[in-house]
């Protein structure tokens, strides 16, 4: 079973039932639910995260549902989506597997009410919890007195591999493990077009802004996700910034990739290229594009598109050289961007879905033109399966998308649409028309009336 999530009465989603395959495409108009339900999403994918670091940090052998469980949800939830006072009933309900969910509604003063399925921790799972985490109390008790440096690093050692144990243990419970997840806001243009200390002046005001509030009441508390997302967000470029000036670019990590790897990255550096005409560099100086007849410009004067894209393709090749399994939603992957454009950044971001077994990508869109380009990666799999070679020629068999990995949703008037289509198994095409034709429906009504064309 695919993890799911069902959404009852929430923001301007009335009703919604999402399956979480690897790639969820969330199609709509504005203010239509697609980020609301993208960032429940979100929220339910870091509960297992934010678990460990308060059973972790606690003082306690024995696990606390309320302290490391129901407390943090809450807090996170507030954080995410602020006061709940003014909010009507809900039920939101995310589903791990079969067996294990957890559903979120409002109690008669209109708390957050958070309640795990029957049987989501074992006493085996507890006790096993326990174990781990009355030996990392010991280990943390001795590392007080150790003098002998020999005998720290290996107190350390033992410690964190009883870390990662428990963290797989908490894994394995919530059915669900990510080594890197990320939020990708659509005005993500805001990390280059302000200069580095106006930058920095913003990151300033919203981490004041959210600690501030971390200790009002949560009646008082605003909403403040898009804020918390664009924090960590512009945290994460000043460290992928980083990472290419110290690996040389694109072309650096190239050449220090592996030989596995490296055909994925040559193709992803030139998906890159077309979409933002050119090639990046990056320097003490400034980021820059650098043209084909070798002038250049500075990425805070490039054009709104590229500016746009950037930070996506950064990611996404930064993912497919690091490997593990990654969460990403990203709203509006084709802002800015030209038809072309658009489909070069699909293809890298199935790419970078492809490369890591067990990711998942999550896209909100406005764009026909996105509908389009999935389709054609998913019919490029079908056909790909009795022609592999001649297909591979039209489309690199590294950008085939199993159908079976797709899911696709129109939001519409509150409720969730499935948007595959049950027999060719692809995002149904009257959803990719039917803005063309309203359109052309005008223009036929316009036509009536044109006498010059008699």
Not at 4 to 12: L, Q, R, S
Not at 57 to 65: A, F, K, Q
Not at 160 to 189: H, P, V
């Amino acid at each position: 079973m695919y993890q799911k999530i069902e959404i009852n009465n929430f923001g301007p989603v009335n009703h919604a039932e999402i399956e979480l395959r690897p790639l969820v495409v969330l199609i709509g108009q504005q203010a239509g639910g697609k980020s609301t339900i993208a960032k429940l999403i979100y929220f339910f994918q870091l509960i297992p995260s934010e678990f460990f670091s308060r059973f972790y940090s606690s003082e306690r052998e024995w696990m606390d549902m309320t302290q490391d469980l129901i407390v943090p949800i809450r807090e996170k939830f507030y954080d995410f989506f602020g006061s709940t006072f003014h909010l009507p009933n809900f039920k939101i309900i995310f589903y791990y597997n079969e067996t294990h969910s957890l559903t979120l509604s409002l109690t008669p003063n209109k708390r957050i009410d958070a309640h795990f399925s029957d049987g989501f921790f074992s006493t085996k799972d507890r006790n096993e919890l326990r174990g781990f985490k009355k030996s990392i109390l010991q280990y943390k008790s001795e590392l007080i007195d150790v003098d002998n440096p020999a005998k720290k690093v290996m107190l350390d050692e033992q410690q964190a591999n009883l870390l990662r144990q428990m963290a797989n243990k908490i894994y394995e419970m919530f059915t669900t493990r990510f080594d890197d997840s990320l939020y990708i806001l659509a005005g993500r243009n805001a990390t280059v077009s302000y200069s580095e200390t106006f930058e920095d002046l913003l990151k300033q005001s919203i981490r004041k802004k959210i600690e501030e509030q971390g200790g009002i009441a949560f009646k008082a508390k605003e909403q403040t996700i898009d804020e918390s997302l664009m924090l960590d967000f512009m945290q994460r470029v000043l460290r992928i910034r980083q990472t290419f000036i110290k690996s040389g670019n694109f072309e650096g990590m190239i050449t220090m990739s592996n030989s596995t790897n490296r055909g994925k990255l040559i193709l992803a550096n030139r998906l890159v290229q077309k979409v933002i005409r050119g090639q990046y560099a990056n320097s003490e100086y400034g980021e820059r594009i650098v043209l084909q007849n070798g002038n250049y410009v500075y990425l805070k004067n490039a054009s709104s598109g590229q500016q746009e894209a950037i930070r996506i393709l950064q990611d996404a090749f930064l993912s497919i050289y690091q490997g593990g399994r990654v969460m990403r939603i990203v709203e509006e992957p084709e802002a800015h961007l030209f038809p072309e454009a658009q489909m070069y950044t699909i293809q890298l971001l199935v790419l970078m879905l492809n490369s890591l077994p067990g990711s998942h990508l999550i896209l909100t869109t406005h764009s026909p033109y996105t509908l389009t380009i999935i389709n054609n990666l998913i019919y490029a799999a079908k056909v790909g399966q009795n022609n592999p070679e001649q297909v591979n020629q039209i489309m690199p068999k590294e950008l085939w998308l199993p159908n079976t990995n797709v899911a696709a949703y129109m939001l519409h008037d509150g409720a969730s649409i499935p948007a595959i289509d049950g027999i060719l198994h692809e995002i149904k095409a009257e959803l990719i028309d039917e803005v063309s034709n309203e359109i052309n429906i005008q223009y036929e009504s316009l036509m009536n009336f044109d006498t010059d064309g008699e």
